[in-house]
């Protein structure tokens, strides 16, 4: 646990698509749920199966919506179904466009060296924060992979959210090593099938592991 008077690591969970996992994530003390917006991710949900899972979520916690690359009418009429707190933007939009929604935002950046992330805080001005993912090219984000920690400078002028290929094995030497706001997972809390992971299926175990770990990281 932290120390008195030190700021708690915050926690969300990416990718979910079942009420179930919404309350396990809620269960397990999780400060935000991500629901994605983006049809070519397996994890990606309708404005029905949101609006679903959104209404099972208490005060507290913050219901995020994940686009990438979306029009503005997709991102309204989400808005206008769904109760969203908070919008990630993955894909290549401006910070005028990410403004414009009358809801914080915060800015996905996938990381290649130290620079992307300076001059992404002079960018997006309107950023609560930056997500640091890894980056592969041509995926906007979910790659199940980590990147080099050591990258990410001292004292950014924004909050940082760490994220890329967390799990409960590695979390806590994350938030030890970067000493991030906040840590977001996806694929490291999936539940295993016979040919892998169930990609936008949780396990709840892992979820309550990786909570685990943050608090003790």
């Known amino acids: 646990m ?3 008077g030190q700021i708690r690591t915050r926690a969300k ?9 919404a309350k396990a994530v809620v269960a397990a003390g999780a400060d935000a749920i991500g629901l994605v917006f983006y049809p070519p991710s397996p994890r990606s949900v309708t404005v029905e199966q949101a609006r679903d899972i959104a209404a099972a979520i208490p005060a507290f916690v913050t219901v995020t919506a994940l686009f990438v690359n979306p029009t503005v009418e997709q991102v309204q009429s989400v808005l206008d179904a769904v109760r969203i707190d908070l919008i990630q933007f993955h894909g290549d939009e401006d910070d005028g466009f990410c403004q414009q929604f009358n809801r914080p935002y915060i800015k996905a950046i996938r990381v290649r060296q130290a620079s992307d992330m300076v001059e992404a805080c002079v960018r997006f001005p309107g950023a609560l924060s930056l997500l640091l993912d890894s980056y592969k090219p041509g995926v906007p984000g979910g790659t199940g ?11 950014l002028s924004k909050p940082i959210i760490l994220a890329g290929g967390l799990n409960p094995a590695n979390v806590a030497n994350a ?7 906040a840590v977001d997972v996806s694929g490291g809390v999936e539940a295993e099938g016979p040919n892998g992971l169930q990609k936008g299926i949780k396990d709840a175990s892992k979820i309550q592991a990786f909570m685990n770990e943050v608090y003790r990281g």
């Open 2 to 4: 932290p120390a008195r």
């Open 13 to 21: 969970i990416c990718g979910i698509t079942r009420i179930e996992d």
């Open 145 to 155: 992979e980590t990147f080099d920690w050591s990258l990410v400078p001292e004292n």
């Open 175 to 181: 938030i030890q090593d970067v000493k991030p706001f």
